[in-house]
């Protein structure tokens, strides 16, 4: 019996190698092919507002190419959408996985890590994605939220100076500038140090303005967010960011039973889809989660 090292039996071995090879290179292609096809066809879907059809789509287009990152970033939009918390921040985190070098990837993982409570993971996301697009830091107002909640006030104070250099008409950044200041020394501390805004034309930020510098007080806020002759969704968003800056207010001033019950009507009665309504939601569970471990 000839080895199976002789030089024909060699050469098959190789051919059948290279078959197989190629034969695997035409599946992996096709598969590739196929999620493509379900991708695309996914986010026209996602774009007519059909949003079940949407993560069906992709949900095929990873069942064909199980690494294809696009498919999975897109399905954790759909699940962000639909506000699956848990759901999204693991298709970001797959994401993350196959595409590492991808800075959206980071960022919508950080977001859901934020509306999930788990404050240093989002922190963490957030620099990532900060470290990979440094021109964008001082426009990433929601990781000095973030620093916040992890009680890294040094941080969020100089992230939220940083942007005002490049959004300088936000009571809103003011306001959280201030809260950094009185969590590292003082209310007193905080009152001394708010930055200076004016030209913010919503309703009723500059008298949260007024009341954080001590020119004001609660009812002129409650008062510019109920008159006018707003209505429907317009008057109810007035009355959420009215809501929810007296709970901060109030909480900076270390009145605990007020900040909450601000922000619980903030984060129930005036519930907001955007970003700071997840951040009245997730502060007002916050607050209760800290009351009930004292």
Known sequence: MKPLTSSGAYIKMNVCTVFLHLALLVTVQADTANALRFYERGKSAYTAGKIEEAKELFTKAIAEDPK???????????????????????????????????????????????????????????????????????????????????????????????????????????????LCIAGMDSFEAARAALIPIDGDSRVPMMQVYQLFKGTGDEENVLKAAHQGTAIGGARIRHSFYAHLYLGLYHESKGSGEKAYSFMNRAAQHYKSNGYMGQVARVHRDWLKKKRAEE
Do not use: M
Not at 82 to 110: G, I, M, Q
Not at 141 to 163: N, P, S, V
Not at 166 to 174: L, P
């Open 68 to 178: 294809h990152a696009p498919s999975y970033l897109a399905r954790g939009y759909v699940y962000q959408y639909d506000r699956h918390y848990a759901a999204a921040a693991a298709d970001f985190s797959k994401s993350v996985e196959l595409e590492p070098a991808k800075p959206e990837s980071y960022f919508r993982r950080a977001v859901e890590y934020f509306n999930l409570g788990e404050f240093r993971k989002c922190v963490a996301d957030f620099e990532q994605f900060a470290e990979l697009l440094p021109d964008q830091k001082p426009h990433l107002w929601q990781l000095g939220i973030a620093y916040y909640y992890t009680g890294q006030y040094k941080e969020g104070r100089e992230l939220f100076e940083a942007h005002q250099t490049v959004n300088s008409h936000d009571v809103e950044n003011a306001v959280w500038h201030f």
